[in-house]
């Protein structure tokens, strides 16, 4: 379902690039579909190996041969396609730059806090740090400790 999923949302990430990128064309959807695919196998498999080799010139340069491996592999990926055309290099460096803004857009804004991920694992607060808090904040009351319902403790059970 994840695999299928991220297929999806490349597709349509390709395709909306595809109407604000003039140079950059599908032929048919299913040109779309198979550009979606080798550039998620591209991106997962040889992308890394690139970085790699080129992590000194991306470190000299303050990323701009990460941004070039995109631009490089994005045109790759046209060129193997077919159905899939990018006119020039500037329309792939235009094209490999828009996703990069949305991902932006997208990643959280906040870390996590202690209590968020207290609440998502629905564990019980820790006294160290709730006598901590009462301490720094003296209006705040430690929470009462929540003990485990035992079978014994149910109200109306009966020994059989």
């Keep these: 379902m994840n695999l299928l999923a991220r297929l999806l949302i490349n ?3 390709l395709w909306i690039v595809d109407y ?13 579909l198979v550009a979606a695919v080798v550039l998620g196998v591209v991106n997962t498999f ?9 992590l000194p010139i991306t ?3 303050f990323g ?3 941004l070039l491996i995109n631009v490089l592999l994005l045109w790759m990926v046209s060129a193997v396609v077919p159905g899939f055309t990018i006119d020039s290099f500037m329309t792939a460096l235009v094209a490999s730059l828009l996703p990069i803004r949305w991902r932006k857009q997208c990643q959280p804004t906040h870390a996590p806090t202690p209590q968020s991920v ?5 564990r019980l607060p820790d006294p160290e740090w709730t006598a901590h808090r009462a301490s ?4 705040l009351q430690p929470a009462e400790p929540k003990h485990h319902r035992r079978p014994e403790n149910f109200p109306g059970r009966r020994d059989l």
């Excluded at 207290?118 to 629905?122: E, L, M, P, T």
């Excluded at 720094?136 to 209006?139: E, M, N, S, T, Y």
Aim: charged share 10%.
């Design 11 to 13: 597709a349509f990430a």
């Design 20 to 32: 604000l990128v003039p140079g950059m064309s599908f032929a048919t959807w299913q040109a779309l």
């Design 46 to 54: 040889i992308k890394p190996i690139l970085q790699i080799i080129a």
């Design 59 to 61: 470190i000299v340069t």
């Design 64 to 66: 701009i041969g990460a």
């Design 118 to 122: 207290a609440r998502h694992w629905k």
């Design 136 to 139: 720094i904040h003296p209006q």
